[in-house]
């Protein structure tokens, strides 16, 4: 065709285009090398009509690039329109792999085939023959293209995930992330443009998608104008390259390109390379670090070129977008430096919802199918991918046709799976034998458990060969499209999505005996049970966390026999015994201990609905906390509770929001749902609390930092009552609401077998009468009773003092953090010296008291014959105080032997009441004195311990400011005490001297210490060499040094 004839064929074409049509026109040839327009500036070309651009093409460009142009017109489905102007020349294909993907979506939009083996067939579904004829009468706009650059990325999304979108779910995928990328939207942000962004997701939920639509959208000229190149690297495919260039690499499907790579490259700030699927890349340890070179022209392994790429070794001021899997984030943040990562969601909750809405026809049946897909929190979270909605309503919806109860599939995401891989081969395929029934699943399954174990996803005939593995073996599933030919990487196979990959890598191991994978070792790559669920393993490679959940979930035998039924083979068993053998090496209360946390194992035993092998598991359990968040941790924790018929002790707490009653902040809005969510919540947390009745060696209870409900509190009071259940021990602290510590004391009323209880937290003023009403039931077995921060009144107290006197059983009282006040003192003081008072053990700490009523106490120490413990902690008695009380404890009918006066305000003058007391013929044997300003009349008490007759067993001096210069007289105690078996110098600045003649003190002597606390200096090497010499002279003398805690040593354990 000659220059006239072409333009006279081009410009009536071009000046029929509209605006939209010239513009797109020119994206497509922006594509082109720039080199073929020589004489014409590339701003002429921009500007240019119709008319003007039909010109410069016909005098500027060869014939050959002119029939390409016709092509051009033909790919924006102008095929009318270009068909006067085609020669008959050889059609000239001037666009890339990636472009004809990207083109492929505007060839006809009424063209819905039907693909070939497809597992749902959508040209039946009138919705989707509404959508068709809605794209035949318009012009598609911004979505409707959007639309179809996915549908073009992928044919399974066209024709199964998407039957009749009219909603356009991924217009919303890919504008929410897109909206969050820098260097697409410059005016969002006033920080500096970061040159590498990653897309991070999970599989299946877009990043592919995202990135490709950049690449179209910059071919469309819509992209940014920053970039004048932009370049699509796809790591699958770079997998199969040889050594080349840069330059190679980057043209290898634009070689109309090669003669204009210098001067793309000149300007590398202009440039824009999307690396897709990182986490595909398939390379050595060490190979994108190796050799990096900044030689664009130099040949090089592909996995140099990239690795300087992306350490910036080549091109530096390029912009790098980059998308990979979670799993491999950190091994790219190890390679480049200042990356900006953007999380890709896909499916949000309303996405999945009206997906589901939009999928079944009856909106009963979808909001059905729904709720149960969200009562499975993993099956929920994986349905942030678009496939796996899909997986789920196919499933869901096949059995509702078939008037089926689809509840107990999404009970456990194992079952969901099972169903589907099974419903696709029901009935069996007529021409399909048995043996080539069974031969295809273990194809499939060795290819599943190898990729995860290599961390591959796509599969080339060489993997398959080198596993044995033809392409026939897999037939049956390519044709189920399980298993797909890879539409990117010619020759290469996928599996739908990855969580499919990871049920078909679980039933490897039940299809394998033992002798045949170990037989198989020298072709497989395939790591064992233990290995598989090892952590050092599931850190490395975090997809065979899944993995490791269905093959808890295939230990339920029903599951198992369904398998053998459908594809009518023998499963193996061999691997529960392997499960069990992995708990054996754990210790007994926690199996699994060295592979996964207690919540993580819970949940691996819920999934298998296997309660033989529950109770094996967690049979010996003696002790359990559970911290639960949300209503699926409560249905793991009580369906495996039922079954630790070992249990002695259980501690909980309970997070906000799993009980809706009382949540007026709950973010469900509506009356109906939080009605049916706190129904199940009941449900489940009557089941859990059901163990307190069934299980008789369970004694112990701790609730704390918890938020119930008013009828959760009910269902855990009803537990209680009953006359099966066991309580000895019961710890309710920081729980609401207010009203569910009345509510618990009145179930403890008369409950004979409580023997400890410890309620914090609660400032209601009705806690007092109802504790009396405890003390006072004539079946009340309570010895010891903890109660913090209560709010009472003075008459409350005189009343609760008063029940002491009628309770024989209470022997331990502790009153901590309670506004006791001197005058609540003196009602206690009444009782203390009442004959029938059973007290042994009082602690009043931070009580707010004064001296005023050390004068009450002292009186009632001369008569009490049985207080043997008095705490007074944390309270302003100072000197005075110190003094009343050591005028009562010097009685000789006094019995008390430990006397707490933590933080009291007390110096020299104390001190020296104190060390009078000891010298005469005092019970007192413990005396604890921490945090006192002691160090002036320090003097004092080092003469007395001096002292033969003194009988002080144990002495805590923590934070009494005690400087080297007191240790002297300290080393003297240490060498003359007879008596003094635990001393305690914490929190004080010794100093190596100090530290150096309290150690050679000890190494001089061998007396009765036992326990000595003090602070030292680690790197000093003569300490150390002391520390040494002392421990082989006093074997029996433990020092402990450092101690970072800051209680007090001497805190009684109400409990104990």
Known sequence: MTAPQSESHLRPLLEQLNTDELRKFKSLLRVLPQSKLQQTPWSEVEEANGKQLAEILVSDSPSNWTVGIMNALEKMTLTELSKPAMAPEPEYTWNTKAEEAYLQETEDHSDKRELEGELVETTDDPKQGEAEEGLEAEEPDEEERDRNTMEAVSPLWKNKIWPGDSGYFHYNIIQRSRKLIPFLNPKTSMEPTPHTVVLQGAAGVGKTTLAKKLMLDWTEDTLTPTFKCTFYLCCKELNRMGPCTFAELISKDWPELQDAIPEVLAQPQKVLFIIDGFDELRVPSGALIHDICGDWKKEKPVPVLLGSLLKRKMLPEATLLITTRPWALRELQLLVEQLLIVEVDGFLELDRKEYFLKYFKDEDQALRAFDLMRSNVVLFSMGSAPLVCWIVCSCLGLQMEMGEDPTLTCQTTTSLFLHFLCSQFIPAPVTCSHRYLQASLKAICLLAAQGMWTQMSVFDGEDLRRLGVEEEDVCLFLDKNIFQRDKDCEGCYRFIHLSVQQFLAAIFYVLVSKEEEDGGSCQWDIGGVEKLLSKEERLKNPSLIQVGYFLFGLLN???????????????????????????????????????????????????????????????????????????????????????????????????????????????????????????????????????????????????????????????????????????????????????????????????????????????????????????????????????????????????????????????????????????????????????????????????????????????????????MYLSLAKNKLGDSGVRLLCEGLSYPDCKLQTLVLWQCSMTRCGCKHLSKLLQGNSSLTHLDLGLNPLVPGLQYLCDTLEQPHCNLKSLWLWGCSITPSCCRDLASVLVSNQSLETLDLGHNVLGQSGVVMLLEALKRKNGPLQTLRLKIDESSVEIQKLLKEVKESNPGLTIEWNDARTNRPSCCDFLS
């Open 557 to 867: 035998e029903k599951r198992v026999k369904e398998l053998e039924t459908i594809f009518d083979c023998q499963m193996s068993m061999e691997f529960k015994q392997e499960l069990l053998r992995c708990k054996a090496k754990s210790d007994e209360n926690k199996p699994f201990s060295s592979t996964m946390g207690l919540k993580e194992l819970f949940y691996c035993l819920y999934e298998s609905q296997e309660e033989e092998f529950v109770k094996d598991v967690v049979g010996h359990f003696k002790e359990m906390f559970l911290h639960l968040t949300n209503i699926f941790e409560l249905m793991y924790s009580s369906f495996c509770l039922k079954h630790c018929q070992n249990l002695q002790k259980i501690s909980l707490q309970v997070e906000k929001g799993i009980f809706l009653e009382n949540d007026s902040a709950s973010e469900l809005c509506s009356q109906g749902e939080r009605s049916q969510s706190d129904h199940l919540c009941l449900s489940l947390w009557m089941d859990l609390c059901s163990v307190l009745r069934s299980n008789e060696n369970l004694s112990f209870l701790e609730i704390s930092q918890s938020f119930l409900s008013a009828s959760s509190v009910r269902i855990l009071c009803a537990q209680i009552i009953r006359g099966t259940c066991s309580l000895q021990k019961v710890v309710i602290k920081n729980v609401s609401p207010a009203d569910a510590y009345r509510d618990l004391c009145l179930a403890f009323v008369g409950k004979k077998t409580l023997t400890h209880l410890i309620l914090g937290g609660n400032a209601q003023s009705d806690m007092l009468p109802l504790l009396c009403e405890i003390l006072k039931h004539p079946k009340c077995n309570l010895q010891h009773l903890r109660l913090e921060s209560c709010s009472a009144t003075t008459q409350q107290w005189a009343d609760f003092a008063s029940t002491l006197r009628i309770n024989q059983s209470l022997t331990c009282l502790n009153l901590t953090s309670n506004e006791l006040l001197d005058d609540g003192v003196k009602f206690l003081c009444t009782t203390l010296t009442h004959p029938k008072c059973s007290l042994q053990r009082l602690s009043l700490e931070n009580c707010h008291l004064t001296e005023a009523c050390c004068k009450d106490l002292s009186s009632a120490l001369i008569v009490n014959q049985r207080l």
